[in-house]
């Protein structure tokens, strides 16, 4: 008999699940019984969304207790179950092999991350979902479906919100592994840092620029580099940060990876290690996504409305990612500028301002990371992605009888 358990809460508390219970099945054939014999089903991974985009109003199932396995195999990877970056990367790494990218925390799913687009950064470098090169989904019949890219679903399914079903397993494109040297500056200027921003993202594999839009002494560059120490923002005026790192107003607590000495690429990229607690924790992010040929006009958006909403601050982290072919992807066929908000948690007040910060960058064709917390209409939100009826149209096909569905899909989507 398939165990349960509480729903619970996301990762940092701001959303309490509607849904009665979790589903826990053992293996597949649990899982197939308990898909097959529910009307509406959700996936709970690893919850660090900030947004009701994996509830439910029935149920939830969870791949916790089924067995993960990892393969690898010449230029793919195939990730079976619910097996996190955290526990991928080394696994890759001993095969001379590695990721693209990475996330700026290791903790989360591999599946989830692909399912909602989420990103590390660098003008070269596409989102996670990008990398995927196949998915097996579990339909609400119980029967998996095996998504190539020669699929006519798969510009949907590889980052498809869970709307295609229970992604059971996924692979992804892997690159020979590379070592990577990262260091963390102040100092630099404002202006310099946002007049070009191609330029300034450009100058490293990865580079974060965080600010909170007032105090210059808030203001940090953190560049990750394959071709040696990052010392290109030397020349913007920017100085070395020891070991007394904080971002904004989160101060970290010796949870972030090593500076200013070269490593595997897996313990460099992140910003966080995977054997601490991330960022701050008690928190509430939002992100938004423009075209990074309209960076500069859109920062200087947001910067002119920054006292109204510097009160429920933390941080802000400007990420760039390349554009991609993935029909809901906030990077689809544009390099974006992401304009990410570590807010603190206090629900109301952050609801409060996000029409604010929408509404300026309203003019830039912006997009809201479907993980977070916005408040951007449906109608906003699908008129920035020319694919949006193929998405529906292919959701539909594959889940008919509106299984995988949920208030998330239909206030976002229409679904």
Known sequence: MTETRAAGATWSGNHHYRAAEVLLPADAGELAEVVASRPALRVQATRHTFNDIADADGALVSLERMPTRVDVTDDRVRVEGLVTFAQLAPMLEAEGRALHNLGSLPHISVAGAAATGTHGSGMGNGNLSSAVTALEIMDADGRTHHIDRGHPWFGAAALGLGAFGVVTAVELRTVPSYTVVQQAFTGAAWDDLVSDPATVFGGSRSVSVFTTWGDPADDLVWAKSDTGAPTWVEELGGRAVGDDLHLGRIRTLDNTTERGTPGPWHTRLPHFRADALPS????????????????????????????????????????????????????????????????????????????????????????????????????????????????????????????????????????
């Open 280 to 415: 701050d924790g008690d928190e509430i992010q939002s992100e938004y996504f423009v075209p990074i040929t309209a960076a500069a006009e859109a920062l200087a958006a947001v910067r002119a409305i920054a006292p109204s909403f510097d009160a429920h601050l933390l941080v802000t982290e400007l990420r760039t990612v390349a554009a991609d072919g993935l029909w809901l992807s906030p990077a689809f066929e544009r390099d974006v500028l992401a304009i990410h908000f570590t807010w603190r948690n206090d629900t109301d007040g952050v609801l409060g301002v996000l029409p604010h910060i929408e509404r300026a960058l309203a003019p830039f064709d912006v997009r809201p990371h479907w993980g977070k917390a916005f408040t951007m209409p449906g109608e906003a939100v699908r008129a920035t992605l020319p694919r949006t009826e193929d998405f529906l149209a292919a959701a539909r096909e594959a889940d008919p009888r509106g299984v995988f569905r949920n208030a998330y899909l239909e206030r976002t989507l229409g679904l």
